[in-house]
């Protein structure tokens, strides 16, 4: 029986641990945390969205990180599988808006909760509290090969093989500290750039910004350019803050946008605050409501348009006096008024941390790793999942599916005999 050692307790470690131990290994997970799943516990606002109901080739469309490495350990653990599994763990699922899949009890811990009666069947041995320094190789010069590994307490652990799923520098609060990249780099592994993704964005107008803190605009829609090209739209919700905007269409805007604004680069943020209107419909609406208030002073019909607090920025970006009457407001006016509300426009400068970020965007390079197996190219029986991998998508439950797909088939593959 192959003796595998996983690294990691998080949502592909334990999914690697329950499909090495089911194709007959015997299996040790340890976990540097008092508990398992630390980072499922909070994602979803502590709801877990586990995956994504769409057909596969649209989860893959979501995928923005090297999308094709993925095609065998999507076929290995399709998103219908992954239902399948926490339905018969114990966990009933339910759809959502999106096609995002939740637990039906709308609480994180009862994924964990099937996760760990799944190890438990299967004699998941679960070390918590216990920290890996190193991996262990063999002394052999022609191949490199891992042998183990070495606790933090000095103990050395031998195993045929060791599945790597210790996330990346996302939410660290949670354990997430990138040692697993410490660990790859030292089989000879690569490296990409990291930086956080689905992660609020900081714009330059910080002081509007602060000013409309805590407004929530429904129904709009975000784009974000780079001179002329378009780098991101999207419809949906949005959240200003006092550092600059967050809310979904943000945090997806962050995942295309991030390695541009690591660069220092500024990107043009515009807001269609009605994209369900043209411009000429736009321009109807306004001459009827001034036609209908011509002795009030401007501000005090916008609300009719916008929320209150969003008012000030409006007229600002227009360039019209607040207090100036319906009735003399000029034609190029409410052109500016119009274009002012198809297109508010602010300039992101960069992004929040990785305290808030879902996701680790960049990792371990993806050409290190055989797609077939996850098993790395550069030191035999050492095998890699999740986040750890240069690997990230969209929000909508797409990043925990490439988690449980990646898990899975590195369990697999580790538990594989091997011919000597």
Known sequence: ??????????????????????????????????????????????????????????????????????????????NEDVMRFFERAGCALKIERGERVF??????????????????????????????????????????????????????????????????????ATGSTGDGYRFAESAGMALTERCPSLVPLLLKEQESCAAMQGLSLKNVTITLKDGKKKVYEGFGEALFTHFGMSGPLLLSASALAGPLLRTKKELELRIDLKPALTEEQLEQRLLREFDENKNKSLKN???????????????????????????????????????????????????????????????????????????????????????????????GGFNLQIAWSTGALAGRSAAEPKAE
């Open 103 to 172: 637990p039906v009890s709308d609480h994180a811990s009862d994924v964990i909760r099937a996760l760990e009666r799944e190890m438990q069947a299967k004699g998941v041995r679960v070390r918590l509290n216990t920290e890996v320094r190193e991996l262990l190789f063999s002394a052999e010069a022609e191949e490199r090969r891992v042998t183990g590994v070495m606790l933090t307490n000095g103990d050395k652990l031998p195993a045929d093989a060791v599945i790597l799923a210790t996330g990346g520098l996302s939410y660290p």
């Open 301 to 395: 019909i916008l609300p009719s348009l916008f929320p209150q607090s969003l008012i000030p920025e409006v007229l600002r970006q227009s360039g019209i006096s607040g207090e100036k009457k319906v009735r003399d407001i000029t034609k190029a006016e409410r052109a500016k008024l119009r274009q002012a509300t198809k297109g508010l426009c602010f300039t992101a400068i960069g992004l929040r941390g990785y305290n808030e970020a879902v996701v680790t965007k960049g990792g371990v390079a993806v050409r290190a790793v055989s797609p077939n197996t996850m098993e790395s190219k550069t030191a035999k029986g050492l095998y890699l999942a999740g986040e750890l991998l240069d690997l990230d998508a969209m929000t």
């Open 1 to 78: 029986m192959r003796e595998i050692i996983v690294v990691g307790g998080g949502a592909a470690g334990m999914m690697a641990a329950v499909a090495a131990a089911e194709a007959g290994a015997s299996v040790t997970l340890l976990e540097k945390n008092e508990k398992l799943g630390k980072k499922i516990y909070i994602t979803g606002k502590g709801r877990c969205n586990l995956t994504n109901a769409a057909p596969m080739r649209e989860v893959q469309a979501q995928v923005v990180s090297n999308p094709r490495f993925l095609y065998s350990a999507f076929r290995a653990l399709t």
